[in-house]
């Protein structure tokens, strides 16, 4: 049985499973170049089509993560919600909608929308034509957006063979109507216990980016990223203020409520979400950047944790999945994995909407399995398209301005050049599903020397200065390099969802990867089960360094997805000053 998993939303994607494991996944934006392309994923599918060796009447199920029939035709459609909604606050205040520079950014943005088309109804498309067009609307299901979540970490992250109760967390910015849902999962089945439809703490760490001028439901990493640099006693004080707007109901500490003030409102309607949008937004004036973005954190962070322990509380159940765009958030999600209540915590890896596919194809396995099928079985996320593929395309592209040179030890050969201090990108294997690159599609570098950091945002990442890089452990000499909460020590955190406090003694060993405000790391701990090759690689480096860690951050021009395959790698290579590329066993230099 071939089932798609599909995921319309925000960042669109797509996972193809045959019988109960999945053998492709890819988003969207890894073909469009448009980082987190929403609508319907027409490259994708084809992607996972030519991959598979399938036509599309092959394919037995089409599962859409959410019951919505719109689908988003451009990034630019969400964000010019909150656009229309702050700009009816200012003129409402000043008398105007928009500031000059806003209209200017909104303008700049033209050549990646299809916004003006969809104004003049052009090109708008529902779910149901799609299907019509693709003759498969006999086929297709759709299963609730938040349940997706759920499904995804549930029959995704839950230890494997283990059929007792798990408690499962969904939240995030909205889908299908609520923010957030809690349930158990038992002997196979998922069951609802609790949900919300109120402006939920993720509504609120949207809404604060968007004021702060980032991109929202993007750019909330950037805001605690930024976090740990607040003075704690202002943090605290930008916390009390946003505690007003968050809430627990009364008589339910499992669902959110919008505090004294506005009981009433609901995510979804516009006129109460407006006069909380225009209170929050007239209590952030003038607060400085880091004390609100620290504010914030805190308010995610204490709602979140109390959310957690009292679902523990309630139902006895101390083995905790999450999943839903907030969970994004690792910084809350060390803190959950530090609760004492808890024997074992997880996170589905990328758990925003681009993973709902995996939740819509398990959830249409699971409807259409026998008792004799299997259960299903999932692990590597490394479900792309291989990095070689297009090779002899790029050396006949590329072959008068790089070298290639086939290295049958490329490994041996990249550890040297980490020791020589050089910046090496490295595209080998099939391309990570995801936010995160876990080593097939990853810049990497020595991580004992700080001034990499400037080096490798000079090279290619452009990044905001605050935010840190991550270190790529071994995981087992995890124990060494970071304190390892007890409810992580089954699984840890191959899938970059964590963060850990990194022990004094290594800090300065692997000072590139930690926050330079907290002394955290985002640690990817590889072990040689899932990733061999990058296992093999960290290996031979702390033979010769003495470090079990390497520096690893996402091959990607700032502001582009990650990059696909060798053409999309060596092209990216010559529009930045990374030293070195490798590409399978290839070495690539500029010539
Ligand atoms: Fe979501």
Redesign the pocket.
Known sequence: MYILGINT??NSSVVLMKDNRVIFGIQEERLSKIKNQPGFPSLAINAALKHSGLKIEDVDIFAFGGKHSKIAQSRQDALNKFHSRYNAIKKKWFGSEESSFVKYLIKGMDKFQTIQKIAKGEIVKSLEDFLKEMGIMHKHKRYD??Y??AASVYYGMKQRGDNSKYLVF?M????DGRTSAVFIGENGKLTEIASSDAFSPACVYAHITYIMGFMPHEHEYKLMGLAPYAQPKYAKIAKDMLMQFVDFATDNPLVFTNGKKYPHVRNSRGDAKQELVEDLFKNTLNMRFDTLAAGLQLMAEDVAVRWIKAGVEKTGIRKVLLS??FFMNVKANKLISELPELEFVNVFPSC??ET?AFGAAFLAYNDNKSSDNPDIEFEDFCLGIDATYDIEEAKQKYSDKVNFEYIQNINDKLVELLLQRKIVARASGCMEFGARALGNRSILASPDDIRIINKINAAIKKRDFWMPFAPAVLEDKLEAVVEVPESLRKVYSPYMMFTFNVKPQMQDKIIAGVHQADKTARAQTVNSRIYPEFYDIISKFEEQSGIPAVLNTSFNLHGYPIVLAACDAIDVYLNSEIDVLIVGNYLITKK
Request: charged content about 10%; overall charge negative.
């Open positions: 939303g925000l957006h938040h997706c979540h969904s995030d910015g909205g889908g839903g765009g925003g909407d709902n």
